[in-house]
């Protein structure tokens, strides 16, 4: 029930395309959905994120999606752009211990 | 603003040696700090959370004696990796949050290898 479900594993997207990935959760007591952007040997980095109580926020050329119901989240990236390409992760937490339960990451790779 | 360092990046050291790891919350408080480990193309594990003047609180199946995580700041976490065996080759990242807590801030990482 603390498992965050990602997918896809990695994708593949033309410049200039829209990049789109998928988490499902189980746990309702989850209340914060945020996306790390990682790059190869660094720290993960705070892309944007999103509480239950909105359905879509929106920075710059990334889009969040949340379905409370169907309890899933989606990164979406508009205008995929080489530089963007990473490995993505969303994670959720629950306010009783904020610990982040990450996704399995998707690694995305945006072709010029 | 919410930068976190760690020192060194990365670190070569023989088998049965300690490697001390810090983490640095550069321009804010940080009241609760994380350490997690990383394996190659896999995700983020979270191995204990610290509270400045508190034990730490380890994840379940990770060895307490053997990962020492000290948070004797507001600003300063530090994770030692005693008696290093090579199975502890990995990449060590730490986070650190504020207030609330629920944003953390991830720290560049340290490549450990044990040799």
């Known amino acids: 029930q603390q498992q965050v479900k990602q997918s896809p594993q990695s994708l593949i997207v033309q410049k200039g395309g829209i990049s789109i990935i998928n988490c499902a959760y189980e746990?309702?007591?989850?209340?914060?959905f945020p996306w790390y952007q990682q790059f190869p040997g660094k720290g993960p980095a705070l892309l944007i994120a999103i509480r239950p109580d909105v359905s879509e926020k929106k920075e710059g050329r990334f889009t969040i999606s949340f379905n409370k119901s169907a309890k899933q989240f989606s990164l979406h990236i508009m205008d995929s752009q080489p530089g963007d390409s990473a490995t993505y992760f969303c994670a959720a937490s629950y306010g009783a211990t904020n610990k982040l339960i990450f996704g399995t990451g998707t690694l995305l790779a945006v072709q010029p | 603003g919410a930068v976190v360092s760690q020192h060194p990046s990365r670190v070569i050291c023989k088998s049965g040696t300690s490697v001390k790891i810090e983490c640095r919350s550069l321009?804010?408080?940080?009241?609760?700090m994380f350490w997690y480990r990383q394996f190659p193309k896999k995700s983020l594990m979270l191995m204990a959370t610290?509270?400045?003047?508190?034990?730490?609180t380890y994840e379940q199946g990770v060895e307490k004696d053997k990962f020492l995580i000290n948070h004797a700041s507001l600003t300063l976490s530090t994770l030692t990796v005693t008696s290093a065996h090579p199975e502890d080759s990995s990449f060590y990242i730490c986070?650190?949050?504020w207030g609330r807590g629920e944003t953390q801030y991830f720290g560049p990482g340290t490549r450990l290898l044990v040799l």
């Open positions: 610290s509270n400045e003047g508190s034990k730490a």
């Open positions: 321009d804010f408080q940080a009241t609760t």
């Open positions: 986070s650190a949050s």
């Open positions: 746990n309702t007591a989850f209340d914060y």
